[in-house]
């Protein structure tokens, strides 16, 4: 397991991690993360359009709907609280990133009007 020092504490990091941020003059904030090597491998080497977020901040339960012969299909299901203003027509490109324990896979729509 991947460990690092913050504040002088011994960190095991699972997933991922905020070391420390600070918040520029201009409003935005600058964050020093960690996370395990095979994760950062995910970003294939993209430093731009990153976004940060964490499992713990949703609020909203889902369901994975299946389909088909012997339940062979698998449709993620988004919440109607979750629906408007979305492009549902248009390509979407998705993504999985592992962890250990978990597979987060992100969906990536436009929205109307754009």
Same mark, same amino acid.
């Given at each position: 397991m991947p460990e690092n020092y913050l504040n002088n504490q011994l960190v095991h990091? #699972?997933?991922g991690a905020i070391l420390s941020s600070r918040i520029k003059d201009d409003g935005k904030v600058i /964050?020093?993360?960690? %996370? +395990?090597?095979?994760?950062? !491998? *995910? #970003? =294939? $080497? @993209? !430093? *731009? @359009? %990153?976004?940060? /977020?964490?499992?713990?901040? $949703?609020?909203i339960e889902s369901k994975i709907s299946q389909r088909g012969k012997r339940e062979a299909t698998k449709y993620f299901l988004i919440p109607k609280e979750l629906r408007e203003s979305l492009n549902l027509s248009a390509k979407t490109s998705c993504q999985r990133l592992d962890t250990k324990t978990k597979a987060v896979f992100i969906? %990536? %729509? +436009? =929205? #109307? $009007?754009f």
């Amino acid at each position: 397991m991947p460990e690092n020092y913050l504040n002088n504490q011994l960190v095991h990091i #699972l997933m991922g991690a905020i070391l420390s941020s600070r918040i520029k003059d201009d409003g935005k904030v600058i /964050f020093e993360i960690a %996370v +395990d090597y095979e994760e950062s !491998m *995910q #970003l =294939k $080497g @993209n !430093m *731009q @359009n %990153v976004h940060i /977020f964490s499992e713990s901040a $949703g609020s909203i339960e889902s369901k994975i709907s299946q389909r088909g012969k012997r339940e062979a299909t698998k449709y993620f299901l988004i919440p109607k609280e979750l629906r408007e203003s979305l492009n549902l027509s248009a390509k979407t490109s998705c993504q999985r990133l592992d962890t250990k324990t978990k597979a987060v896979f992100i969906y %990536v %729509v +436009d =929205k #109307l $009007g754009f």
